[in-house]
């Protein structure tokens, strides 16, 4: 989140906002149970397969979508999601792909084509994963041909065994800031997305970004309101405030993620409206997979992503 924009929002409202970061939806997740008496949080940005989670969990208010008078901008096409019918808990933000970093300094970008390539012998100590279990687990489950959102025990065991003989390549886990590492020359290649790569881009022209041709995962995060929330009018101002196209611009142009908003594109430069890394090709997210709530077995994966970070 720029922090102008939040100095422009306090300027305008007097209202005061605290802004915290969370590396992984589980360490969010975590921290509002810890504060489920009183959340200290009027609003939260989860990603979509924790919505529903959340939502089972009593942890989130329904929305009044009569508080926003700038959602019309949201595209109706990135509404009515199935983690969220009618959006009665939740809002898109920001949404993207997780596909391929490299560094074609170091590798030859013709070479990349598939999630698979991060496994060739030749990337020991390369690699780059981001710190989300579901994400990371996503990618070895697909290459077994298996579903992203199982819940079967066997195959996310099956996907922990391959990820395992990825390890001798894993040089960090990083959801931060995944686009440093690239850009200082740690890491060739691995997990990224793909604002964070146009960041890193920006940075370092070798910096590229591959979509998979197993197809990329599919991700957006969310505005939501805990239900313990105290200032639950603020929240409303705040993402009404977020919602307007001059302020979703400040957003993408600082972040690199975009920003689902119908009159964003009239005030950004061309180049980056056409960029296929900052707006990803329509085919590229129809060929994308959303992660879902796995219910229960998100304490199967921890299991085995713990496991593994510390294989």
Known sequence: MPSSLIADFTKETDIEVI??????????????????????????????????????????????????????????????????????????????????????????????????????????????????????????????????NTTKELEIKQAYEKLVKLMPNVLVFNSDSPEVPYVQGEVALGMIWNGSAYLGNKENSNIQFIYPKEGAIFWMDNYAIPKKAKNVEGAYQFIDFLLRPENAKIVIERMGFSMPNEGVKHLLAPEMVNNPVLFPPAEEVEKGIMQGDVGRAVDIYEKYWNKLKTN
């Open 19 to 148: 802004y915290s970061t969370f590396e992984s939806n589980e360490e969010m997740y975590a921290k509002l149970k810890l504060l489920s008496k009183n959340s200290g949080y009027d609003l939260v940005f989860p990603s979509s397969y924790y919505i529903n989670k959340m939502v089972k969990d009593g942890m989130l208010q329904k929305l009044d979508h009569a508080k926003l008078t700038n959602l019309h901008q949201i595209p109706t096409h990135l509404l009515n999601k199935e983690f969220d019918p009618q959006n009665q808990y939740s809002l898109p933000y920001i949404y993207g792909l997780t596909g391929i970093g490299i560094n074609a300094e170091e590798i030859d970008p013709s070479k990349i084509t598939s999630w698979a390539d991060l496994w060739k012998p030749e990337y020991k100590g390369k690699v780059l994963l981001t710190s989300d279990a579901r994400e990371v687990f996503h990618i070895a489950l697909l290459l077994n041909g298996k579903s992203p």
